[in-house]
């Protein structure tokens, strides 16, 4: 009875990451942790459960294996890197939490699949919405609510850049964030009403909120892959590709892409890649194979120029450096490229769900967001494991929501 009760709702473990993700995000946690805050404690806590499932069932099946013997070299290697630099338990801790603890959940197969499914998608709606409409609401008012929050959250640097600027900070944190967020629910839903429901009838409400949501968080890449989306999966419904033509349009002339597109007219890199240039030739050695710097290290380089941490923000080059070049190729294979053969190779729509993870994987890879060891490994986690757990079901299951 117990096991069949399991097996009538969503998974756990899955339940945990959606609660460590939006119910209790880093800036709640904030309000009542004076330290270890940085640390998701329910995401943490599904994912150990999730450790412990799979290795209780005793011996895997090669394929299974794989992902668990690369996080184990990675852990030794991520240690020796820590140990190497110096660095504290507690400093230590917070890596592991954040960057290969969620790691697990990539690979994982939810218990009772299509409700766990179902319950991530409508999260991921809500979510977006509230995030959207709050951040409409806030402009309006002057930004009031968001600054209150992060002065409630004791955080000053946030409180300090929303005040400089006009882009859509949330409860959850960083516009990047938010603009993997809205991403990640025009995936998904999309997903799900092609494989699932094999229609697309409340699709224009996701358009519509998820590209207010892009637009307001004035994010280069998140647009540029969001339009993208927009046109390779909607150029064949007449009616959908001019209800797109149609928002975008409106959106144009109303303004709501005016931020976006004065960022377009400077670096498409925001300077990353020029800072890049200017480090590199300093003629510093910034990079080992067998182990790196340490976590933080990126901070180190301010001597060089003020902003040098910027140099650092693509998730490659800031593993190599703080981690070591092998640990840098090794997690870049397991949370990329691993999981997109798996699609290619288990998949029942793998094209699709191959476009959905690649357009998500290169926004990930734009952006610092993975490398800051807090919530937004979870996240990409998170999306992985459904687009793998869809394309698994796929076509086995449909049923209305």
């Known amino acids: 009875m117990a096991e069949k009760g399991r097996r009538d709702r969503?998974?756990?473990?899955?339940?945990?990451?959606?609660?460590g993700l939006f119910l209790v995000p880093a800036f709640v946690r904030r309000m009542v942790l004076t330290s270890f805050y940085q640390v998701n404690i329910f995401g943490f806590l599904g994912c150990l459960y999730i450790l412990y499932r799979t290795l209780a069932k005793g011996k895997m099946k090669r394929e299974e294996g794989l992902p668990y013997l690369l996080m184990a070299v990675m852990l030794i290697l991520l240690m020796s890197s820590e140990f190497h630099a110096g660095r504290t338990i507690k400093g230590f801790v917070r890596v592991f939490s954040g960057l290969l603890m969620p790691l697990p959940?990539?690979?994982?197969?939810p218990v009772n699949p299509e409700k766990t499914i179902r319950l991530v998608v409508k999260s991921f709606i809500v979510v977006s919405a509230f995030i959207t409409i709050m951040g409409l609401i806030d402009f309006l008012i002057g930004k009031k609510m968001i600054t209150a929050y992060y002065l409630l959250a004791h955080d000053d640097n946030y409180y300090g850049m929303v005040m400089d600027s006009n882009r859509l900070y949330s409860y959850v944190g960083h516009p990047l964030y938010n603009a993997e967020i809205f991403l990640i629910t025009f995936g998904l839903n999309y997903a799900y009403n092609e494989i699932?429901?094999?229609?697309?009838?409340?699709?224009?409400?996701i358009i519509l909120v998820t590209l207010t949501g892009v637009a307001m968080t004035a994010s280069k890449s998140a647009i540029a892959i969001y339009l993208g989306l927009l046109f390779v999966l909607y150029c064949r419904d007449i009616r959908y590709f001019a209800f797109c033509i149609v928002i975008l349009a409106a959106g144009y002339f109303s303004h709501l892409f005016d931020s976006v597109i004065e960022r377009f007219k400077g670096s498409l890199s925001t300077?990353?890649?020029?800072?890049w240039e200017r480090i590199s030739g300093s003629g510093v050695h910034f990079f080992e194979f067998f182990w790196g710097q340490g976590s933080d290290k990126k901070y180190k380089y301010s001597y060089l120029e003020e902003w040098a941490r910027a140099a650092f923000e693509y998730?490659?080059?800031?593993?190599?450096?703080?981690?070591?070049?092998?640990?840098?190729?090794?997690i870049m294979v397991t949370i990329f490229l691993l999981?997109?053969?798996?699609?290619?190779k288990e998949s029942s729509h793998p094209f699709l769900l191959l476009i959905l993870f690649t357009a998500l994987s290169l926004h990930v890879?734009?952006?610092n967001g993975i490398g800051t060891y807090i919530d937004p490994m979870y996240l990409f986690c998170l999306f992985g494991c459904m687009i793998l757990?869809?394309?698994?079901?796929?076509?086995?299951?449909?049923?209305e929501p």
Do not use: Q
Request: glycine letters at 8%; hydrophobic letters at 45%; proline letters at 3%.
């Open 10 to 19: 969503a998974d756990l473990s899955i339940i945990l990451v959606l609660i």
């Open 389 to 399: 757990s869809m394309g698994r079901i796929g076509g086995e299951t449909c049923y």
């Open 315 to 330: 998730p490659y080059r800031l593993f190599a450096l703080e981690f070591g070049i092998l640990f840098s190729a090794i």
């Open 365 to 367: 890879n734009m952006y």
């Open 196 to 205: 699932f429901l094999k229609k697309h009838k409340n699709d224009k409400w």
């Open 339 to 344: 999981p997109a053969y798996r699609i290619f």
């Open 271 to 275: 300077g990353r890649n020029e800072v």
């Open 105 to 109: 959940l990539l690979f994982y197969r």
